[in-house]
């Protein structure tokens, strides 16, 4: 097996694409992203194409000539057929690999096939395992792969879905699920994702930092360290600094909370604090806030990357005037966590 260091699960919105493109070169060749279309349920059928046109194309444009997988699986059926249509009229999209699972509607799955062995770029299956791994999916995927052509070089994507403190067990589900899949085929990747940040609420910024464990990164420890002999080959995939629920939702209309938070990852840790959007003060309070990240023990410093050199000048007054907005600490978010998982994958 072949493939990227890491799989960041992101969405196909302007924070994350921005994210990409201003990750340090290194960085971004060492990541091939799953970017995941927003819902857009309710779209006349003209305007549904319109909107999945513009995100795809938004997705091709940061991607350039660096490959990534393009998905839809909070879709309903309408948009992921317009997904795939969209991908087989638009040949310029080159690096850009659609992706079907054995839970797609049939026209979905057989125009995703069609358009990866028209483009050459390769297929992504992506196979939930939200709870206890159902042995009949593998029977499922047996049959979907059997639909590929063989010329085809098709990726195996794990999908955890959420795990947080309640799925004690996940590291042993994605196992039982690799043990049935992994024999199926000579995959290219194999990667397994999953997602540990938590919902966040106002509650749990209410006094000072919050940290919540990584248990995505609990778990690809337990895989790395198993005795199964693909364990070498796997790779990392996770949900960046979003929690599964945020990136199922439908695009943003605009509004929301007077409060918005600030991201952190530590070795064991998603560190949370909450910063303001409006009203008096806000400046000073995102600043105190971004000074709690700088003085952790684990700050990085800013020579880590654009995530730790803003946090420091938002903390000091440095830089830009002005303390961010949502879009702006999403961003800043995912560098710091982008950049620091694949560090820690290196080391």
Not at 56 to 71: E, L, M, N, Y
Not at 88 to 94: F, I, K, N, R
Not at 145 to 158: F, G, K
Not at 185 to 194: D, E, G, H, N
Request: aromatic share 6%.
């Amino acid at each position: 097996m072949s493939g990227p260091l890491y799989v960041p699960v992101l969405p196909a919105k302007p924070h994350a694409l921005a994210a990409y493109q201003h990750l340090d070169p290194v960085v971004q060749a060492a990541v091939v992203p799953l970017w995941n279309l927003p819902p857009r349920p309710g779209l006349p059928p003209g305007a549904l194409r319109a909107e999945v046109r513009r995100d795809a194309h938004a997705v091709s444009r940061k991607q350039r000539h660096h490959p990534a997988w393009i998905d839809a699986p909070f879709a309903d059926a309408a948009q992921l057929n317009a997904l795939a249509a969209v991908l087989a009229e638009l040949g310029e999209l080159g690096p850009l690999r659609p992706v079907t699972g054995p839970d797609r509607p049939a026209s979905h799955q057989a125009a995703s096939l069609a358009h990866a062995r028209i483009a050459g770029n390769g297929l992504g299956i992506r196979v939930a395992v939200p709870g206890e791994w159902d042995g009949a999916s593998a029977l499922a995927v047996r049959d979907l792969l059997a639909r590929v052509d063989p010329a085809v070089e098709t990726d195996l994507l794990l999908d955890l879905g959420a795990v947080l403190a309640d799925r004690a067990e996940a590291a042993k589900e994605a196992l039982r699920a690799l043990d049935a899949l992994i024999p199926l085929i000579p995959w290219r990747t194999a990667a397994v994702l999953s997602g540990a940040f938590p919902d966040v609420t106002a509650d749990k910024l209410q006094h000072g930092l919050y940290a919540e464990p990584r248990m995505d990164w609990q778990i690809w420890g337990e895989l790395v360290g198993s005795d199964r002999e693909y364990a070498s080959w796997l790779r990392h995939g996770d949900y960046g600094i979003q929690s599964v629920r945020a990136l199922a939702r439908e695009a943003s209309q605009g509004g929301g909370p007077p409060w918005g938070t600030l991201r952190y990852t530590t070795e064991e840790s998603f560190v949370l604090a909450k910063v303001l959007t409006r009203g008096e003060g806000r400046d000073s309070v995102n600043r105190a806030a971004a000074r709690q990240f700088t003085e952790l023990p684990d700050f990085r410093g800013p020579a880590a990357g654009a995530g730790e050199s803003w946090l420091r000048d938002c903390a000091y007054g440095r830089g830009p005037t002005g303390t961010g907005n949502a879009a702006v600490w999403l961003r800043v978010g995912n560098i710091q966590h982008i950049s620091y998982v694949v560090r820690s994958l290196r080391a």
